[in-house]
Structures are given as structure tokens and as C-alpha cells.
């Protein structure tokens, strides 16, 4: 059971990544989906998340607006596309799985205990 997140990368203001987040192991089918974000000396945040039953989805309000998740069960990957990035969305991302949890409420717990992590991805924002 495994999150493979790739993507990140060094982008100057302004510019756009699309990061893509494969599951093994397991069908993305019957999991609510999120992306997470780590900056040095802060606590994590929750992105944005997809919910498994209505596709409903969240975002913080940081990325309103600027960010898009979507996910392609048939390719077991969830994705996120950053537009109009900032500096100070620089930060390691993360994936995450989680059965029961709706969309709202994994974004709102970043915290909380999914059920499946993956590694992060590092995404900069500097000119």
C-alpha cells in the first residue's frame, strides 16, 4: 500500500506545476483523496481534497481559486494543478489517503491520522 507524489519542483511567481499523486496497493475508487503541505516551521496545512463518494471537494483558502484538484480513478491517481504560484506556497507536499473521512474534513484536520501517507514533494516558488 503505497502514495507515490511527483511534480514538485523549482518554478518562479506566477508559473504553474501539476502534481500527480499514484497509488499501489490499493483503488483510489473508495478513498477520499488530499494534498497536504508542509513549509519549514509551520504546521502542516490541508490544500485541497476530493471527497470518494460525490467528488465534493475543499480548498484552503490560500489557494482558492488557484489551485484545482482532480482525481482519475482509472489511472489510480489524484492530481493537483497550481496556477498563479506563490512564494509562499513553497513547501513540501504530501498526499494522503483516508477511507471514511469526507472531503471537509480532511482538509480541515491535517492533523488527523490517515489512513495512508505519501512521501512529499518539494515545490519552490522564487525568482
Known amino acids: 500500500v503505497q502514495l507515490q507524489a511527483s511534480g514538485g519542483g523549482l518554478v518562479q511567481p506566477g508559473g504553474s506545476l501539476r502534481l500527480s499523486c499514484v497509488a499501489s496497493?490499493?483503488?483510489?475508487?473508495?478513498?477520499?483523496m488530499g494534498w497536504f503541505r508542509q513549509a519549514p516551521g509551520k504546521a502542516r496545512e490541508g490544500v485541497s481534497c476530493?471527497?470518494?463518494?460525490?467528488?465534493?471537494?475543499y480548498y484552503a483558502d490560500s489557494v482558492k481559486g488557484r489551485f484545482t484538484i482532480s482525481r482519475d480513478n482509472a489511472k489510480n491517481t489524484v492530481y493537483l494543478q497550481m496556477n498563479s504560484l506563490e512564494p509562499e506556497d513553497t513547501a513540501v507536499y504530501y498526499c494522503?489517503?483516508?477511507?471514511?473521512?469526507?472531503?471537509?474534513?480532511?482538509?480541515?484536520?491535517?492533523?488527523?491520522?490517515?489512513?495512508?501517507w505519501g512521501e512529499g514533494t518539494q515545490v519552490t516558488v522564487s525568482s
Open positions: 494522503a489517503a483516508d477511507f471514511t473521512l469526507t472531503a471537509q474534513a480532511m482538509g480541515t484536520y491535517p492533523e488527523g491520522n490517515m489512513d495512508v
Open positions: 496497493g490499493f483503488s483510489l475508487d473508495y478513498f477520499t
Open positions: 476530493i471527497d470518494k463518494s460525490d467528488g465534493s471537494t
